[in-house]
Protein backbone atom coordinates (compact mmCIF):
# COMPACT_ATOMS: atom_id res chain seq x y z
CA UNK A 1 0.00 0.00 0.00
CA UNK A 2 1.50 3.42 -1.17
CA UNK A 3 1.25 6.59 1.03
CA UNK A 4 -0.30 4.54 3.48
CA UNK A 5 2.26 6.45 6.95
CA UNK A 6 2.85 10.43 6.70
CA UNK A 7 6.07 12.02 6.03
CA UNK A 8 6.54 13.43 9.27
CA UNK A 9 5.52 9.95 11.18
CA UNK A 10 7.85 8.61 9.33
CA UNK A 11 10.34 11.08 10.58
CA UNK A 12 8.99 10.95 13.93
CA UNK A 13 9.80 6.78 13.95
CA UNK A 14 12.53 7.46 12.76
CA UNK A 15 14.19 9.54 14.72
CA UNK A 16 12.66 7.45 18.18
CA UNK A 17 14.21 4.40 17.01
CA UNK A 18 17.47 5.79 16.53
CA UNK A 19 17.31 7.48 20.57
CA UNK A 20 16.22 4.17 21.35
CA UNK A 21 18.98 2.14 19.74
CA UNK A 22 21.27 4.90 21.05
CA UNK A 23 20.42 4.95 24.74
CA UNK A 24 20.11 0.88 25.17
CA UNK A 25 22.99 0.33 22.92
CA UNK A 26 21.08 -2.42 21.01
CA UNK A 27 23.23 -3.66 18.54
CA UNK A 28 23.32 -6.72 15.56
CA UNK A 29 22.64 -9.92 16.66
CA UNK A 30 25.00 -12.34 14.99
CA UNK A 31 23.33 -15.22 13.54
CA UNK A 32 21.68 -15.45 10.38
CA UNK A 33 18.33 -15.07 10.78
CA UNK A 34 18.61 -11.89 12.39
CA UNK A 35 21.43 -11.05 10.67
CA UNK A 36 25.39 -9.65 11.55
CA UNK A 37 24.23 -5.67 10.34
CA UNK A 38 21.08 -5.38 11.46
CA UNK A 39 19.68 -3.70 13.99
CA UNK A 40 16.34 -5.11 15.94
CA UNK A 41 14.68 -3.60 18.63
CA UNK A 42 12.15 -5.56 19.72
CA UNK A 43 9.14 -5.21 22.17
CA UNK A 44 8.31 -1.37 21.31
CA UNK A 45 5.06 -0.54 22.90
CA UNK A 46 7.04 -1.40 26.26
CA UNK A 47 9.79 1.77 24.82
CA UNK A 48 8.04 4.61 23.36
CA UNK A 49 4.29 6.06 23.42
CA UNK A 50 4.82 7.32 19.68
CA UNK A 51 4.77 3.39 19.07
CA UNK A 52 1.06 3.27 19.91
CA UNK A 53 -0.23 4.49 16.76
CA UNK A 54 1.68 1.99 14.81
CA UNK A 55 -0.67 -1.24 15.34
CA UNK A 56 -4.20 0.33 15.53
CA UNK A 57 -3.01 2.19 12.00
CA UNK A 58 -6.17 3.18 9.81
CA UNK A 59 -4.72 2.59 6.71
CA UNK A 60 -3.26 -0.99 8.04
CA UNK A 61 -5.83 -2.31 10.81
CA UNK A 62 -8.64 -2.70 8.67
CA UNK A 63 -7.03 -4.99 6.14
CA UNK A 64 -5.70 -7.36 9.12
CA UNK A 65 -9.21 -7.18 10.29
CA UNK A 66 -10.24 -8.86 7.38
CA UNK A 67 -7.67 -11.33 6.39
CA UNK A 68 -8.15 -12.92 10.22
CA UNK A 69 -10.65 -11.17 11.91
CA UNK A 70 -11.45 -8.50 14.41
CA UNK A 71 -10.46 -10.40 17.14
CA UNK A 72 -6.75 -10.45 15.88
CA UNK A 73 -4.32 -9.48 18.07
CA UNK A 74 -0.61 -7.90 18.08
CA UNK A 75 1.46 -10.70 17.45
CA UNK A 76 4.86 -8.94 17.67
CA UNK A 77 6.27 -5.02 17.23
CA UNK A 78 9.88 -4.33 15.93
CA UNK A 79 12.09 -2.57 14.29
CA UNK A 80 14.24 -3.91 11.40
CA UNK A 81 16.79 -1.65 10.45
CA UNK A 82 19.26 -3.57 7.41
CA UNK A 83 22.87 -2.32 7.26
CA UNK A 84 25.48 -1.83 4.36
CA UNK A 85 27.11 -4.78 3.71
CA UNK A 86 24.14 -7.24 5.14
CA UNK A 87 23.99 -10.64 3.81
CA UNK A 88 20.18 -11.45 2.59
CA UNK A 89 18.08 -13.43 5.23
CA UNK A 90 16.84 -17.10 4.71
CA UNK A 91 13.95 -17.45 2.95
CA UNK A 92 10.81 -18.34 5.61
CA UNK A 93 7.50 -18.37 6.29
CA UNK A 94 6.33 -16.06 9.24
CA UNK A 95 3.74 -19.27 10.42
CA UNK A 96 6.13 -21.65 9.31
CA UNK A 97 6.77 -23.34 13.01
CA UNK A 98 2.83 -23.07 13.62
CA UNK A 99 2.18 -27.55 13.28
CA UNK A 100 -0.79 -26.19 10.55
CA UNK A 101 -0.95 -28.55 7.24
CA UNK A 102 -0.50 -25.88 4.39
CA UNK A 103 -1.66 -24.51 2.78
CA UNK A 104 -4.54 -23.25 5.48
CA UNK A 105 -6.46 -19.90 6.10
CA UNK A 106 -4.26 -16.98 7.81
CA UNK A 107 -3.61 -17.61 11.07
CA UNK A 108 -1.10 -14.80 10.98
CA UNK A 109 -0.74 -11.88 8.78
CA UNK A 110 1.98 -9.65 8.96
CA UNK A 111 2.95 -6.12 7.77
CA UNK A 112 6.41 -4.30 7.18
CA UNK A 113 6.14 -0.34 7.05
CA UNK A 114 9.09 1.60 5.26
CA UNK A 115 10.59 4.16 6.81
CA UNK A 116 13.24 4.35 4.12
CA UNK A 117 12.84 3.71 0.36
CA UNK A 118 13.35 0.21 0.33
CA UNK A 119 15.19 -1.24 -3.20
CA UNK A 120 16.45 -4.24 -4.10
CA UNK A 121 20.12 -2.89 -3.80
CA UNK A 122 18.97 -2.28 -0.10
CA UNK A 123 17.92 -5.20 1.29
CA UNK A 124 13.82 -4.34 -0.02
CA UNK A 125 11.84 -7.21 1.61
CA UNK A 126 12.23 -10.23 -0.66
CA UNK A 127 8.63 -12.53 -1.70
CA UNK A 128 7.89 -15.76 -3.53
CA UNK A 129 4.45 -14.60 -4.86
CA UNK A 130 2.09 -17.32 -4.59
CA UNK A 131 4.01 -19.37 -2.26
CA UNK A 132 1.15 -19.03 0.75
CA UNK A 133 -0.85 -21.18 -1.26
CA UNK A 134 1.99 -24.16 -1.28
CA UNK A 135 1.40 -27.39 1.10
CA UNK A 136 5.14 -26.94 2.31
CA UNK A 137 7.10 -24.03 4.39
CA UNK A 138 10.68 -23.67 2.23
CA UNK A 139 13.68 -25.58 3.31
CA UNK A 140 15.89 -23.00 5.32
CA UNK A 141 19.06 -21.90 3.91
CA UNK A 142 18.02 -23.51 0.41
CA UNK A 143 18.04 -21.11 -2.38
CA UNK A 144 14.28 -19.99 -3.08
CA UNK A 145 14.01 -17.63 -6.09
CA UNK A 146 12.21 -14.26 -4.84
CA UNK A 147 11.10 -11.04 -5.96
CA UNK A 148 12.09 -7.63 -4.69
CA UNK A 149 8.87 -6.14 -2.65
CA UNK A 150 10.52 -2.44 -3.56
CA UNK A 151 8.35 0.48 -2.53
CA UNK A 152 8.76 3.75 -1.28
CA UNK A 153 9.09 5.38 2.09
CA UNK A 154 5.52 5.43 3.70
CA UNK A 155 4.04 2.43 2.02
CA UNK A 156 3.26 -0.42 3.86
CA UNK A 157 3.62 -4.39 2.82
CA UNK A 158 0.93 -6.66 3.93
CA UNK A 159 1.50 -10.45 4.19
CA UNK A 160 -0.63 -13.94 5.07
CA UNK A 161 1.83 -15.37 7.56
CA UNK A 162 2.66 -18.49 5.43
CA UNK A 163 4.15 -16.76 2.19
CA UNK A 164 7.56 -17.19 1.72
CA UNK A 165 9.89 -14.17 2.39
CA UNK A 166 12.92 -12.68 3.58
CA UNK A 167 15.00 -9.52 4.01
CA UNK A 168 16.92 -8.75 1.02
CA UNK A 169 20.79 -8.02 1.00
CA UNK A 170 22.16 -4.67 1.42
CA UNK A 171 24.90 -3.48 -1.64
CA UNK A 172 24.71 -0.19 0.16
CA UNK A 173 25.65 2.26 2.00
CA UNK A 174 22.64 3.22 3.26
CA UNK A 175 20.80 1.60 5.90
CA UNK A 176 17.05 0.42 4.98
CA UNK A 177 14.96 1.11 8.05
CA UNK A 178 11.48 -0.96 8.71
CA UNK A 179 8.92 -1.53 11.51
CA UNK A 180 7.94 -5.18 11.62
CA UNK A 181 4.14 -4.81 12.49
CA UNK A 182 2.78 -8.63 12.87
CA UNK A 183 -0.41 -9.42 13.96
CA UNK A 184 -1.97 -13.33 14.54
CA UNK A 185 -5.52 -14.97 14.82
CA UNK A 186 -6.99 -14.04 18.08
CA UNK A 187 -6.90 -18.10 18.86
CA UNK A 188 -3.14 -18.36 18.60
CA UNK A 189 -0.13 -17.73 20.81
CA UNK A 190 1.73 -14.34 20.25
CA UNK A 191 5.62 -14.26 19.15
CA UNK A 192 6.40 -11.69 21.70
CA UNK A 193 4.77 -12.28 25.13
CA UNK A 194 2.64 -8.72 25.04
CA UNK A 195 1.03 -9.24 28.46
CA UNK A 196 4.32 -9.79 30.62
CA UNK A 197 6.06 -7.55 27.98
CA UNK A 198 4.39 -4.25 28.36
CA UNK A 199 4.34 -3.40 32.13
CA UNK A 200 0.78 -3.13 33.12
CA UNK A 201 1.22 0.24 34.07
CA UNK A 202 1.89 1.29 29.94
CA UNK A 203 -0.51 -0.85 29.16
CA UNK A 204 -2.87 1.06 31.10
CA UNK A 205 -2.54 4.11 29.00
CA UNK A 206 -3.28 2.56 25.87
CA UNK A 207 -6.68 2.95 24.36
CA UNK A 208 -8.73 0.29 24.45
CA UNK A 209 -8.41 -1.14 21.00
CA UNK A 210 -4.87 -1.50 21.59
CA UNK A 211 -5.36 -3.09 24.81
CA UNK A 212 -8.05 -5.55 23.50
CA UNK A 213 -4.97 -6.04 19.98
CA UNK A 214 -2.60 -7.39 23.04
CA UNK A 215 -4.56 -9.56 24.76
CA UNK A 216 -6.78 -7.69 27.05
CA UNK A 217 -10.29 -9.20 25.87
CA UNK A 218 -12.35 -12.24 25.24
CA UNK A 219 -11.77 -14.07 21.93
CA UNK A 220 -15.30 -14.69 20.45
CA UNK A 221 -16.45 -14.67 23.99
CA UNK A 222 -14.48 -17.35 25.23
CA UNK A 223 -10.70 -17.54 24.46
CA UNK A 224 -8.85 -15.84 27.41
CA UNK A 225 -11.18 -15.64 29.85
CA UNK A 226 -10.42 -15.30 33.76
CA UNK A 227 -13.21 -16.44 36.27
CA UNK A 228 -15.56 -15.76 32.85
CA UNK A 229 -14.66 -12.45 32.92
CA UNK A 230 -11.92 -10.72 30.21
CA UNK A 231 -8.51 -10.43 31.19
CA UNK A 232 -9.26 -6.26 30.97
CA UNK A 233 -11.08 -6.24 34.23
CA UNK A 234 -7.51 -7.24 35.85
CA UNK A 235 -5.44 -4.79 33.88
CA UNK A 236 -7.87 -1.62 34.78
CA UNK A 237 -11.08 -2.72 35.99
CA UNK A 238 -12.90 -2.30 33.14
CA UNK A 239 -16.64 -3.96 33.12
CA UNK A 240 -16.67 -7.06 30.30
CA UNK A 241 -19.34 -8.62 28.45
CA UNK A 242 -20.93 -11.69 29.64
CA UNK A 243 -18.82 -14.97 28.40
CA UNK A 244 -20.54 -16.91 25.23
CA UNK A 245 -21.93 -19.43 27.63
CA UNK A 246 -23.98 -16.85 29.29
CA UNK A 247 -25.92 -14.99 26.96
O1 LIG B 1 13.44 -7.27 7.05
C1 LIG B 1 12.67 -7.77 6.23
O2 LIG B 1 12.42 -7.25 5.15
C2 LIG B 1 11.97 -9.07 6.54
C3 LIG B 1 12.34 -9.63 7.87
C4 LIG B 1 11.66 -10.90 8.18
O3 LIG B 1 10.99 -11.47 7.37
C5 LIG B 1 11.80 -11.52 9.50
O4 LIG B 1 12.71 -11.17 10.25
O5 LIG B 1 10.97 -12.42 9.82
Request: charged residues 20%; proline residues 8%.
Given at each position: MEDAIPAEFCDSLTEELLRIEKEEGIVPAANDFEGSRTVRIYNLLAR??????VPVHESVLPIVEGVL??????SSLSSISIGPGEAAQPIH???????????????VCNSMWALSDFTEANGATRIVP?????DHSPAYGKHHESAAAEMARGSVLIWHGSLWHGGGANRTDQTRVGIAMNYCAGFIRQQENQQLGIPLEIARGFSPRLRELLGYGVYRG????IDKQSPARLLDGSATAKIVWDR
Open positions: GAIFERDPGCLIADDQLIGLAKPHAPVGSHTRLIGH
